[in-house]
């Protein structure tokens, strides 16, 4: 039941003690504040790391082509290797657990690209359909690349956002031509791209075409794959296959490990997320050591107060209250500076944050530092149980004190 004249009698010693009690106030506060700032600036580091995985499946392995560095069945190191159409086929039909497959060629020298009057140069990959899958590209009109166009070697393109306003201005692209170094190229989809403007500065054409178009005959630069909902230990065996296939069909010793680069990205991402947890981890001990220490200078001040107060206590014992009221009396006033103090801790620390994510850029290594819902319950809740523990041990001597004994004290 609430008793109006206990906490009158609470805010009135509150208010003749004003300096014990902001100071009590502070150190609370301070810890709340920061705890939260500490586990924003993990979610706003937590953030930076999403963002740089923000354009490429974090689900991948990627294949590049390198150059062998030991001697292997009396071939002599220093051999150049050269990925080819057969390699994509073989990885794409012979490894089991690849969910999307692509491959990428590159065409040599500078890359002209014409619409009428207009001449400028862009990056154009060359890829087959599965390509969407690994650079977060959402199509914006007509359609990607599709597999009819690999098996008929279509003169096809899907423009990049930032390519069609430089090209087209206003005028509609879907079913016109371009040129790319003199090949007309008709535009079936335009795309935008998570990655970046730079990413939307992309055309995409049909890797077969490219190869006849422009003497690429069967080569590619690069083959990577998505590996679905596969564990991690299942993409590690999947990425000692690709480079095993590899290693057997350009005969290069499997331990060489400048033949054949086999990027598995799932292993990275793996390791930034067990980074992410220690710093969380770490903040989590940081923060709670923080609000630990307030708790103890609380728990300190309290326990000066009870004895500049044992006078007092004696009286009231003398006059018929009991252990408990003085208990409960003490644990009050404990709680509501504590609760009060730690919520303005909260506000403060949230408010910081809410000004850091900002003014502070969108894209880095830190963005978006931020707390949830969940954390500023358990934060409240934690609040609680501090200022409970801060009262606790000077209330209890409060209530065991005997009214001689309190009454004789100085």
Known sequence: MFDTDTWQEIFSIIRSNKLRSALTAFSVAWGIFMLIVLLGSGQGLSHGIEHQFRDDAINSIWVYPGQTSV???????????????????GLAAGVDGVDHITSRFYIKGTLVVRYRDLTTSFDVR???????????????????????????????????????????????????????????????????????????????????????????????????????????????AMAKEVKNRMAEKHAFSADDTRAVFVNNNNEQFDRFTKLM?????????????????????????????????????????????????????????????????????????????????????????????EVDLSVAIEATILLVVAGAIAGFFPARRAGSLRPVEALRSE
Request: charged share 25%; proline share 5%.
């Open 277 to 369: 947890r220690a710093i969380r981890a770490f903040v989590w001990v940081v923060g709670l050591g923080t609000i630990l220490a307030g708790i103890v200078g609380v728990s300190n001040i309290m326990m000066i107060a009870v004895r500049e107060r044992t006078r007092e206590i004696g009286v009231r014992k003398a006059l018929g209250a009991t252990p408990w009221s003085v208990v409960s009396l003490i644990l009050k006033e404990s709680i509501l500076i504590t609760s009060v103090a730690g919520y303005a801790g909260l506000v403060l620390g949230i408010a910081v944050l809410e000004i850091a994510s900002r003014v502070l850029p969108k894209d880095g290594y830190f963005i978006r530092p």
């Open 126 to 236: 060359c890829v087959h359909p599965d390509h969407l899958y690994f650079e977060k590209t959402i199509v914006t009109e007509g359609r990607f690349l599709n597999p009819l166009d690999i098996k008929e070697r279509r003169k096809v393109a899907a423009l990049g956002d930032r390519v069609v306003k430089a090209l087209f201005k206003d005028e509609p692209p879907i079913g016109k031509e371009i040129q790319i170094n003199g090949v007309s190229f008709k535009i079936v989809g335009t795309f935008t791209d998570e990655g970046g403007e730079n990413e939307q500065e992309k055309i995409y054409v049909p890797i077969s075409t490219a190869q006849r178009a422009f003497g690429g005959a069967n080569r590619v630069n690069q083959i990577f794959m998505t590996t679905g909902t596969e564990p991690l230990p299942k993409t590690e």
């Open 71 to 89: 001697p292997y069945k009396g071939l002599k190191p220093g051999r150049r290797v050269q990925l080819t159409n057969d390699d994509y086929d």
